[in-house]
């Protein structure tokens, strides 16, 4: 229900007092009017309701096991959903999604994480390495694919300056499409707001679920619509290997009429940091790894198996028409609650406290789909995360893993490859992104690689 304008709006300090946020009230009071008035804006927008309120994982008892298509099912029907989704590629009914909100904060830097110098020869960035992919793509198609890049305010303008001084790597004006994430107040374990510094609140960037809300908000979504994009191919910058080429994923959503495909591959192990893919009477769900404890994800169902067995690695598929039906009927994702160590405004200087984040998750969409299923892929050629500094799921380790799957491809199209330890192949995805574009475009110049190098 709308408001009625001619009705006055309560005093903040009424609403305030109301949510158990007194200590604002006295803040407020400390402040220069033109602070006040901005910071009174920004606390009449918040949703109290949705921030008292966090989303909760399913219990064990509810759980079922999800539909997924495995390698074996693949190896029967991949062809045709390849056709398939070759076809949405070539009538242009296709885009790509590029999340990439996060700073380069556990790597070491203040920038944004997909302005990190990840490729080991040439020292390309995350964005310039997810970038060439799309290029790559557009150009076997013969056309521009739309690459929609998603920022957060403390990584929107920098990014943009990164593309314009790259000049997009090679994306034109019109087909990149940078658009900025929502955020949502930082909590203290009482629930309380809490402050970065006078007049301001400490807010996080609404998490990944954010692209929903902010593709409306923004106008891409319309916009998509009226261009004919029927799918979007979701990926995460800090995956090295995330493929936006991948007509069998796009034909599997387009054969079964779903709404969503999320990929998933079976976890390394109990404690893999992923969510997991589950059933919740008869809809799919990912439940987060900061939802669960080491003893829930050891728990094990009548197979045997581990009941939280599959991990995502954060590739979707969606389909436009699901994402404009959630919008028109004003579908919100939930928040989810975590607790993190926090530098707030407290007492007069800024302190590190215990503090609560809050943050939307994409996968949330998938129990409001009619038609989901999950769709097994191969660790080894779809992921390959940048999460650490070292240590698992870093730099060194990607690198590494994008190295082994290059020498497979070349050692697949005759090259015979002998690397000496340590030693790592770079394969510019302006020359090929997938295996099937090496084997089109490899002219057999070379025969051997004993050394680490890059092919451009």
């Known amino acids: 229900m709308e408001r009625d304008p001619r009705c006055p709006l309560p005093p903040v300090s009424q609403l305030l007092r109301q949510q158990g946020q007194e200590h604002l009230v006295e803040h407020l009071a400390t402040l220069e009017p033109a602070a006040r008035t901005r910071l009174e804006a920004r606390l009449r927008c918040i949703d109290w309701e949705e921030l008292s309120r966090p989303a909760t994982p399913p219990s064990l008892e509810q759980l079922e096991p ?26 242009g009914q ?50 521009p694919v739309p ?8 990584t929107d303008e920098p990014t943009r300056a990164f593309f314009a001084a790259a000049r997009g790597f090679g994306l034109t004006p019109d087909q990149l499409r940078i658009f900025c994430q929502g955020t949502v107040p930082s909590t203290d ?24 809300t902010a593709l409306v908000a923004s106008g891409n979504l319309s916009r998509l619509r009226q261009e004919g994009i029927r799918y979007l191919v979701y990926i ?25 495909i999320t990929k998933v591959l079976p976890k390394a192990h109990p ?24 003893e829930d994800v050891r728990r094990r169902g009548p197979d045997g198996e581990l009941i939280y067995r599959w991990g995502s690695p954060a590739l979707h598929c969606f389909s436009t028409a699901f994402l404009a039906r959630l919008a028109e009927a004003g ?26 984040k809050s943050e939307r998750f994409i996968f949330d969409l998938l129990p409001q789909a009619q038609v989901s299923l999950g769709l097994e892929v191969r660790r080894e050629e779809e992921f390959a995360p940048v999460k650490n500094a070292v240590g698992d799921d870093s730099p060194d380790t990607a690198v590494r893993l994008a190295s082994a799957l290059y020498a497979r491809w070349l050692e697949a199209v005759g090259v015979r490859v002998a690397l000496p330890p340590g030693a790592l192949i770079e394969l510019s995805p302006l020359l090929a992104a997938t295996e099937s574009q090496l084997r089109q475009r490899w002219d057999g110049r070379v025969r051997e690689i004993t050394a680490g190098c890059l092919l451009e």
């Open 331 to 356: 579908f919100r994702l939930p928040l989810h609650r975590s607790r993190k160590p926090l530098q707030a405004y407290v007492d007069g200087q800024v302190r590190q406290v215990v503090g609560y």
């Open 236 to 260: 995460q910058v800090d995956n090295v290997l995330a493929p936006v080429d991948d007509p069998l994923l796009v034909g599997l959503c387009a054969a079964e009429g779903a709404e969503v």
């Open 66 to 91: 999800p539909r997924v298509i495995t390698l074996a099912e693949r190896l029967g029907r991949g062809a045709a959903w390849s056709r398939l989704g070759e076809e949405a590629y070539r009538r």
């Open 147 to 154: 690459l929609l890049l998603m920022t957060s305010p403390a």
């Open 271 to 294: 404690d893999e940091r992923v969510g997991h893919l589950l059933r919740v009477g008869g809809r799919d769900h990912i439940v987060e790894y900061t939802e669960l404890s080491s």
């Open 189 to 212: 374990a009482a629930g309380r707001l809490l402050l970065a510094g006078p007049g301001e609140l400490l807010e996080n960037p609404d998490g990944h679920g954010g692209c929903f």
């Open 94 to 143: 296709v885009a790509v999604l590029l999340v990439a909100g996060g700073q380069g904060t556990r790597l070491g830097r203040r920038e944004p994480k997909g302005c990190f110098p990840i490729m080991p020869h040439s020292g390309k960035s995350l964005y310039q390495l997810q970038a060439e992919k799309v290029v790559s793509l557009s150009r076997r198609l013969g056309h």
